[in-house]
């Protein structure tokens, strides 16, 4: 028989995505409701294992006053961090090297010790993948998907996805007017380490010419036949928009830096190269825009929020009726529930025989391919 919770904690791991303090207000308003209590823990893990960084305290109790009339703010109000796994934590040596350790043992110490009886968990697949492994440690943990990219398996969308795609879409309307006027090619950056749905989405919705993403290794020559088939039925502007992590045929992914210990590794720049190969190889004025950190900020749409939201209430539902081990999924158009286990460690990259990418292929978009 499980013990009846009276405290539960949330934390918010990894890039931030707008929806996530509606997460926290349906949480926190949800556990009210049941008389329990809900603590936010600062910047993913850190509020309990970096406690000397937070003078005020890294673990908050979070009120339904705290939480009053947050739901359409961008970022988290607890904070986060893409740094700090507790199962390989980076612990500075004296010779300057770094020690990848376990440090796990200490939050479920801390729970046991202030009497916290379950955690939600609101992450893309790293968090989650943590999650999964605290609640294998034995910890009563609920998972909630979050990540703009929409690269979680198991939920039809994670909350983030929306605003990011309508965002970009936006900016890809207002290129289209600035590049026909100049006769431009305009190159437009957008986020998605692995997985196209940024790119795909907004692209197809904005009315990109040529879509490139990390599951199509894009050929440049297709590219450019694309851009010199438009020339020729008197279109002297092209809209290219490419995820940070489309790779070429021949090379590698854009690197900024290489992953290290609890930190994955940094896309970046793809977008100047795309840019600056097709200005050698087309001669055409070029300009490229990265949209980067813009498709994280924000206010959620009302489909994020909505789905924030339900995400939020449907955790607590999961933890009263005594799951865990559990992700709250968006079953189009109903939440059920997953198990992490069917969640960690795997991607949802865009199926090559999507609709969206056929669509797009109908619609005479180039995808390099
Ligand atoms: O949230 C996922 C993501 O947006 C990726 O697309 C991107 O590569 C990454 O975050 C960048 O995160 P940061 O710059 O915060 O380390």
Redesign the pocket.
């Given at each position: 028989m499980q013990k009846p919770i009276r405290r539960i904690a949330i934390c918010t791991g990894?890039?931030?995505?707008p929806g996530l303090n509606a997460v926290i207000r349906a949480t926190v308003t949800a556990a009210a409701n049941r008389g329990w209590e809900c603590m936010g823990i600062r910047d993913g893990f850190s509020g309990i294992l970096q406690p000397e960084r937070y003078p005020q305290g890294g673990v908050h109790l979070l009120t339904r006053d705290r939480v009053r009339g947050i739901s359409h703010l961008g970022g988290t109000i607890i904070g986060t961090t893409?740094k700090g796994n507790p199962f390989h934590y980076p612990v500075p040596q004296s010779d300057g090297s770094v020690l990848d350790t376990d440090r796990s043992g200490e939050i479920l110490a801390y729970f046991e010790r202030e009497g916290i009886d379950a955690l939600v968990s609101v992450g893309?697949d790293g968090s989650l993948t943590i999650a999964n492994e605290l609640h294998r440690k034995g910890l009563r943990v609920v998972g909630v998907p979050?990540?703009?990219?929409n690269?979680l398996d198991k939920t039809y969308t994670t909350f983030?996805f929306d605003t990011?795609v309508s965002f970009a879409t936006e900016c890809l309307d207002r290129l289209h007017s600035t590049a026909e006027s100049h006769q431009r090619i305009m190159v437009v950056e957008?986020?998605?380490?692995y997985a196209g749905w940024?790119a795909l989405h907004a692209g197809i919705a904005g009315g990109a010419h040529a879509i490139l993403i990390p599951e199509i290794a894009y050929d440049l020559d297709k590219v450019v036949a694309k851009i010199a088939e438009r020339e020729k039925e008197g279109r002297a502007y092209t809209l290219v928009v490419v995820?940070?992590?489309a790779v070429p045929k021949e090379g590698a992914r854009a690197l900024v830096a290489p992953s290290e210990i609890g930190?994955?590794e940094?896309?970046?720049g793809v977008g100047e190269q795309v840019g600056h190969a097709l200005a050698e190889r087309t001669g055409k004025d070029t300009r490229v825009v990265v949209l980067?950190?813009l498709?994280?900020g924000g206010s959620p749409t009302a489909f994020d929020r909505l789905a924030a939201l339900r995400f939020g209430t449907a955790a607590v539902r999961a933890l009263d009726e005594g799951l865990s081990g559990v992700m709250v999924a968006l079953a189009f158009p109903n939440v059920n529930y997953v198990t992490l286990e069917e969640v960690a460690g795997r991607m949802k990259a865009v199926p090559l025989d999507s609709d969206t990418l056929q669509t797009g292929r109908d619609l005479g978009v180039c995808f390099g391919d």
């Amino acid at each position: 028989m499980q013990k009846p919770i009276r405290r539960i904690a949330i934390c918010t791991g990894g890039g931030d995505a707008p929806g996530l303090n509606a997460v926290i207000r349906a949480t926190v308003t949800a556990a009210a409701n049941r008389g329990w209590e809900c603590m936010g823990i600062r910047d993913g893990f850190s509020g309990i294992l970096q406690p000397e960084r937070y003078p005020q305290g890294g673990v908050h109790l979070l009120t339904r006053d705290r939480v009053r009339g947050i739901s359409h703010l961008g970022g988290t109000i607890i904070g986060t961090t893409n740094k700090g796994n507790p199962f390989h934590y980076p612990v500075p040596q004296s010779d300057g090297s770094v020690l990848d350790t376990d440090r796990s043992g200490e939050i479920l110490a801390y729970f046991e010790r202030e009497g916290i009886d379950a955690l939600v968990s609101v992450g893309g697949d790293g968090s989650l993948t943590i999650a999964n492994e605290l609640h294998r440690k034995g910890l009563r943990v609920v998972g909630v998907p979050k990540t703009i990219d929409n690269d979680l398996d198991k939920t039809y969308t994670t909350f983030g996805f929306d605003t990011a795609v309508s965002f970009a879409t936006e900016c890809l309307d207002r290129l289209h007017s600035t590049a026909e006027s100049h006769q431009r090619i305009m190159v437009v950056e957008v986020m998605g380490r692995y997985a196209g749905w940024i790119a795909l989405h907004a692209g197809i919705a904005g009315g990109a010419h040529a879509i490139l993403i990390p599951e199509i290794a894009y050929d440049l020559d297709k590219v450019v036949a694309k851009i010199a088939e438009r020339e020729k039925e008197g279109r002297a502007y092209t809209l290219v928009v490419v995820a940070e992590g489309a790779v070429p045929k021949e090379g590698a992914r854009a690197l900024v830096a290489p992953s290290e210990i609890g930190h994955a590794e940094r896309l970046g720049g793809v977008g100047e190269q795309v840019g600056h190969a097709l200005a050698e190889r087309t001669g055409k004025d070029t300009r490229v825009v990265v949209l980067g950190h813009l498709l994280r900020g924000g206010s959620p749409t009302a489909f994020d929020r909505l789905a924030a939201l339900r995400f939020g209430t449907a955790a607590v539902r999961a933890l009263d009726e005594g799951l865990s081990g559990v992700m709250v999924a968006l079953a189009f158009p109903n939440v059920n529930y997953v198990t992490l286990e069917e969640v960690a460690g795997r991607m949802k990259a865009v199926p090559l025989d999507s609709d969206t990418l056929q669509t797009g292929r109908d619609l005479g978009v180039c995808f390099g391919d």
